[in-house]
């Protein structure tokens, strides 16, 4: 079912007052719906939470086309949750000497929770946002599928996203390019709305390093941690490093090696603040084992045509993919062609062709 077949109605719009979720609110009030925006106010730079603090500019753009077009426009303040759950949930990982990915715990958790409770709320049939991807309906169960831009593609992070949300979800903009979306933009008028700046990286770092980003939010962390060794796979001594949470598999920058050896991070002992190092080559993986998997429908991995995608628009394993069930929280991965430099808490999507059908966490496979 495409969105244009969907029943018109009341539709709670993400709106970001980017180009993006600008667009959307105005192709679905064209498209019939009544249309109320909400702004999700997730972070302050001096991390405050303060009621009376003044909306970030993000917030005053959304408001001010959403005026514009004439809409309602709510503010969802969730600073502190986001700063419980979801940085939180960051510092904790790498502290545990894995590689997270925020956005992954974020989009179910927190963003497109609190979209569908004010949906609830305020009794609307439908929440949108405007990401790339189109979900279609397939006997009931309703699926992610790639967008037609490539290079917009944000599939890869949404594939814990279930089915009471995705069965309520309208994204237009799946259908288009993002320079047909800037032009369709100009078209209505909002020359300034098409000429937006991207947002690039995680939310809540403002363009920071993560290594920057850690030592803020704990400030004491060098003094806890402290320079560690970096050893062979035989435990011999080859240099010493920073301390592993600025360390993620595939890294070589910051290690003081005695001698160069080219070699690069395979594995992270966090409890041992130890670097485990190897050649670039044996850090590809024809098998991976996969904690915390989801998918909508068990039945589709017995497919043999699935793709495994572990980095978004990285580089990715070519061929198919066999996976098997191991228990209630984990699976192995048997790729026709090695991924490289895996790191535990890297997200891993799995697809049948376009269509989106799971995905778990990595971690080391012993």
């Keep these: 079912m495409s969105d244009a077949d969907k029943a018109r109605g009341r539709v709670i719009l993400g709106m970001s007052g980017g180009t993006d979720s600008s667009v959307t609110a105005m192709m679905l009030q064209d498209q019939g719906y009544e249309v109320i925006g909400v702004s999700l106010w997730f972070y302050t730079n001096n991390h405050s939470y303060d009621e009376n603090d003044n909306y970030p500019d993000f917030i005053l753009d959304a408001q001010k086309l959403a005026n514009k077009l004439g809409l309602e426009h709510h503010v969802i303040d969730a600073r502190k949750e986001f700063r419980d759950i979801i940085i939180q949930f960051f510092l904790d990982e790498y502290l545990a000497g894995r590689t997270p990915s925020p956005c992954i715990q974020c989009n179910p958790n927190l963003k497109w929770k609190l979209l569908l409770e004010k949906a609830d709320e305020l009794n609307c049939d439908h ?95 060098n003094e806890k941690i402290g320079q560690g060794k970096a050893v062979n796979v035989n435990g011999e001594v080859l240099g010493t490093h920073d301390g592993y949470p600025y360390y993620t598999v595939g890294q070589k920058r910051g290690i003081e090696l005695e001698e160069k050896t080219g070699l690069m991070v395979s594995r992270i002992d966090a409890k041992n603040n130890t670097l485990i190092l190897e050649k670039k080559a044996d850090l590809n993986k024809l098998q991976l084992r996969i904690s915390g998997y989801y998918f909508h429908n068990i039945e589709d991995i017995k497919q043999n045509n699935i793709t495994t995608v572990v980095r978004g628009l990285g580089l990715n394993p070519d061929g198919y993919s066999k996976i098997t069930i191991l228990d209630d929280n984990e699976l192995l991965v048997d790729l ?7 790191a535990p808490g890297q997200p891993v999507a799995f697809y049948i062709g376009n269509k989106l059908i799971g995905g778990g966490f990595a971690e080391y496979n012993d």
């Excluded at 026709?336 to 895996?342: D, L, Q, T, V």
């Design 127 to 221: 929440i949108a946002t405007g990401h790339y991807i189109t979900i279609e309906d397939e006997n009931g169960l309703f699926y992610i599928n790639k967008g037609k831009d490539p290079a917009k593609d944000q599939s890869y992070f949404l594939w814990n996203l279930q089915q009471n949300i995705l069965s309520r979800t309208l994204t237009p903009l799946g259908k288009y390019t993002k320079p047909e979306v800037r032009e369709i933009a100009k078209s209505y008028g909002f020359e300034e709305v098409a000429k937006k700046k991207e947002s690039m990286g995680v939310c809540f770092m403002d363009r920071k390093d993560y290594r920057d980003f850690l030592q803020e939010m704990i400030p004491d962390l």
């Design 336 to 342: 026709e062609n090695p991924a490289w430099a895996m």
